[in-house]
């Protein structure tokens, strides 16, 4: 069993930066498959990036070349670095983890960006 916890959301002015964490109870170079989601009111939760365990990244479109997710392996933290936010990026942002096949999430922490 996987609990994943984030944290560091807030309120941001379009244009700015955050960074929002994701602490892993288990080692995260065991687990397959971290990422991120995000779901605004009233809309479904959509991919937003994912990291495997060799390190390799993949982003959805409408955040590529502004997000960026990395790793620490030693402190089990999955982080979704966040530049050039925009009106639209607003949402509660979810950690994600796929180990044996399951499928494990975090409670969300929300992203607000607006003037």
């Known amino acids: 069993q996987v609990q994943l916890v984030e944290s560091g959301g807030g309120l941001v002015q379009p244009g700015g930066s955050l960074r929002v964490s994701c602490a892993a109870s288990?080692?995260?170079?065991?687990?397959?498959?971290m990422g991120w989601y995000r779901q605004a009111p009233g809309k479904q939760r959509e991919w937003v990036a994912d990291?495997?365990?060799?390190?390799?990244?993949n982003y959805a479109d409408s955040v590529k070349a502004r997000f960026t997710i990395s790793r620490d392996n030693a402190k089990n933290t999955v982080y979704l670095q966040m530049n050039s936010l925009k009106p639209e990026d607003t949402a509660v942002y979810y950690c994600h983890a796929l180990y044996l096949g399951g499928d494990y999430w975090g409670q969300g922490t929300q992203v607000t960006v607006s003037s």
């Open positions: 288990a080692t995260i170079f065991r687990i397959n498959s």
């Open positions: 990291i495997n365990r060799g390190g390799n990244t």
